[in-house]
Structures are given as C-alpha cells and as structure tokens.
T-cell receptor, first 114, second 115 residues
Framework: GDSVTQMEGPVTLSEEAFLTINCTYT??????LFWYVQYPGEGLQLLLK?????DKGSNKGFEATYRKETTSFHLEKGSVQVSDSAVYFC?????????????FGAGTRLFVKA | DTEVTQTPKHLVMGMTNKKSLKCEQH?????MYWYKQKAKKPPELMFV???????INESVPSRFSPECPNSSLLNLHLHALQPEDSALYLC??????????????FGPGTRLTVL
C-alpha cells in the first residue's frame, strides 16, 4: 500500500543553520505531495505542496521538489529561526481514494536554538 | 474565512458520559474529516464525509458516532469511551469533489481526556 517514510527526529539546529528533512514515498498512481507543520498546541497547517513530478513547492523560505525518479520530497530551508521549531509531517494524497486519504509520515520534530 | 473551528478546546469525560465534539468551516468545502492524534504520532484518519455523506469509516469503534448536519458542520458523538481514547481530535476540511486531490485545512483540535 501507499506509504511515507521520513527521517526520525528530533533534529536540533542552531539559528541560521541549514535544514534538510528527508522524505520518501511509495504510491500507486500519481500522488500529490505535501509538507504539513504542527506548532505546539495547534492543529496541522499546510506548509507547501507539489502536484506533479519536478514541481517545486515553496513557502516561508521552505522548499521541496517532487522527484519521481527517486520517489522523494525532501524539505529544505537555508536559514532556520527559533520560530520554526515544530513537528513537520511529509504526506501524500492517495489518488486511488479520490484524494480523500492522506498518508502521513511519522513526523520529524525540529528544535532550533537561539 | 480560511478557518476551521473546533469546540470545545478541552474535554474531560468519564467512561459513562455522552459528549459531542463540534467542527465548523465556512470555506465552501465539501469534504470534512475527523482524525485522532496521539502524542508524538501523526494523525490517524477516522471518518470522511463528502457532500454530507459518509464516504470513509476507517473501522472506528461504534462508541464514536459522526454526524454531518450540513455542509459546514461536522459533529463527533462520544459514548462509553475508554481511557485509551484520550487523544487530540482534529477536524479538517478540503475542497472535495471528484478527481480533486487537494490539501486539507485543519482545526486546532479538541484535547480529550477519558477518566
């Protein structure tokens, strides 16, 4: 079945460091790919998305490229801030369910130190 | 308005109580979802409503009973819950519609504790 695998955390970085969170997926068909972020005590919010191969999603300095050949959607940011501390979920929308099922990775907790 | 609201924010209930969680959105979305999230885990899908009809039930125990009174509202009725049902319950919505694969908008969640 469809699945998402992302790097285990927690990831601890100093402010202004470079961030990469790896994400790979397995899916039948052509899924849409997402990164969601969950700040402490809140629900999830969409960070960025990509709907087809080679698309690059970007938002708030974060970016990720849909790589079909490597089935990957790695999240990157050039310079993290303390306010980026949160849990990041890579996800895919399973096309064989009409898009109703979102498969989430396990989540990666990021701590950014001042 | 791009917000999904959920009430209450916190709920403590005994195993014999009956309570309800409420969710509302005014984005014109036609798909609405209930998720359960345990600490340090990703959300687990429970139910999906599409055009006010139940489309997906992920084999959820009958002590959880969803209801979609109209396209903006989603309820989750709780009865005879167990302590292991304690979790964050998230509501979400998406545009919905045949062939649309789109992102979901999440509410802030209801933190449920079952004593």
């Amino acid at each position: 079945g469809d699945s998402v695998t992302q790097m285990e955390g927690p990831v601890t970085l100093s402010e202004e460091a470079f961030l990469t969170i790896n994400c790979t997926y397995t899916a039948t068909g052509y899924p849409s790919l997402f990164w969601y972020v969950q700040y402490p005590g809140e629900g999830l919010q969409l960070l960025l998305k990509a709907t087809k191969a080679d698309d690059k999603g970007s938002n708030k300095g974060f970016e990720a490229t849909y790589r079909k050949e490597t089935t990957s959607f790695h999240l990157e940011k050039g310079s993290v801030q303390v306010s980026d501390s949160a849990v990041y979920f890579c996800a895919l929308s399973a096309p064989n369910t009409g898009g109703f099922k979102t498969i989430f990775g396990a989540g990666t907790r990021l701590f950014v130190k001042a | 308005d791009t917000e999904v609201t959920q009430t209450p924010k916190h709920l403590v209930m005994g195993m014999t109580n009956k309570k309800s969680l409420k969710c509302e959105q005014h984005m014109g979305h036609r798909a609405m979802y209930w998720y359960k999230q345990k600490a340090k885990k990703p959300p687990e899908l429970m139910f999906v409503y599409s055009y006010e009809k139940l489309s997906i039930n992920e084999s959820v125990p009958s002590r959880f009973s969803p209801e979609c009174p109209n396209s903006s509202l989603l309820n989750l009725h709780l009865h005879a819950l167990q302590p292991e049902d304690s979790a964050l319950y998230l509501c979400a919505s998406s545009q919905g519609g045949t062939g649309i694969v789109d992102e979901q908008f999440f509410g802030p969640g209801t933190r449920l504790t079952v004593l």
